[in-house]
């Protein structure tokens, strides 16, 4: 029977980040605005930017089961940090296995340097940049913070132009012959599209090539698509809690609209997709924190995870009716949030489906022997 419970150290993790994004929410203050150093400075002085060590399966570190906590209570309060971002890129460099990456990601939990992912997605269908002689070309879109990166990590390849291209992960220092142009989101969420012209590369800022860049990005791709979903069954369960009390208060035709059973079938809704969501999570995460294959179960936890972002909103704004056009209601403010992680969770989609065909392909064939 599969185990479905979060990590050991999900509770105590969940108490201390409830406390610390609700001062911030949006949900309290649409005007609160930080300095994104003071953000990074108060992470990791919580240790957040060294929990969950990804090569720590088995070991007494705080699992990803564990971890999610973090990510569940920031889904909660619709807190934007570069939490997420700062998470991926140290996970990829823990995941490289090189002594340079492992001095950056030591580097980055600190504080001390901030590094910041700047991958490929397939959904904007552009190659990789290109890696040649040392020379970095190409440009890379939607990177999180790339405007206060010290280094970014980039996903490129090297033999671009044969048939045998090799993947390698990149420390990329800022430097005068790189572009960073902002991408206006409707989230207004902080991300940049990132060009490298010509841009100089020392070998040693090369972290890894190959099998183990491509270990890196799988691993630090899974658990980031993990994490997501964690903000999803977060934001889901405060959603839910505001519809049904708005169910309850609204009144129409001499009592509250929660009797009818159309508006409660859309409570139900919600509560239905978030708690699917949270089973996901919790089995691909433990697949992960044992170090097994996880490609299956994330691949099929991203699909739950990108339904119930757009069907709880939709269900929300249905609830609220009238009242939910209006920008000043908080439910704007969750369906901004979902867009983005339904491109996030999406934006691998191609590869989910492969993932998830290539299985049912691989149990009907064994099924027929």
Known sequence: MMDLIWGEDYDVLAEVSRAVFQRVSPLTDREISRDLADEIRELAELGWLELGDPRSAGSEAADLASMAAVFVELGRALVRSPLPALTTARDA?????????????????????????????????????????????????????????????????????????VEVLIA???????????????????????????????????????????????????????????????????????????????????????????????????????????????????????????GLAVALMCKQARRTAEQMVHAAHEVHAGIGFMVETDIHLFTKAAKKWVFDLGGCDERHDGVIHAEMRRQLIGARL
């Open 93 to 165: 460099a823990l995941l490289c296995g090189s002594r340079a990456a492992d001095d950056l990601a030591a580097r980055a939990a600190t504080g001390g340097v901030q590094v910041f992912p700047a991958f490929t997605d397939p959904a904007w269908r552009r190659p990789a940049p290109r890696l040649r002689d040392g020379v970095l070309t190409g440009t890379v879109l939607d990177v999180p913070y790339a405007d206060a990166a010290d280094v970014l990590l980039v996903e490129a390849t090297e033999n671009a132009d044969t048939d045998e291209p």
């Open 172 to 294: 990329v220092h800022r430097g005068p012959r790189m572009t960073i142009d902002p991408m206006p989101n409707l989230g207004g969420y902080r991300m940049s599209a990132v060009e490298f012209r010509e841009t100089p590369v020392a070998e040693a800022d090369v972290l890894a090539r190959g099998p183990h860049a491509r270990t890196a990005l799988v691993g630090a791709r899974q658990r980031t698509a993990i994490l997501t979903a964690a903000q999803v069954y977060g934001a889901g369960s405060a959603l839910l809690d505001r519809t049904v009390d708005y169910a309850r208060e609204r009144r129409q035709f001499g009592g509250p609209i929660g009797r009818f059973q159309a508006v409660q079938y859309l409570c139900t809704d919600i509560a239905v997709d978030a708690h699917l969501t949270s089973a996901f999570i919790r089995d691909a995460a433990r697949i992960v924190d044992e170090g097994d294959d996880a």
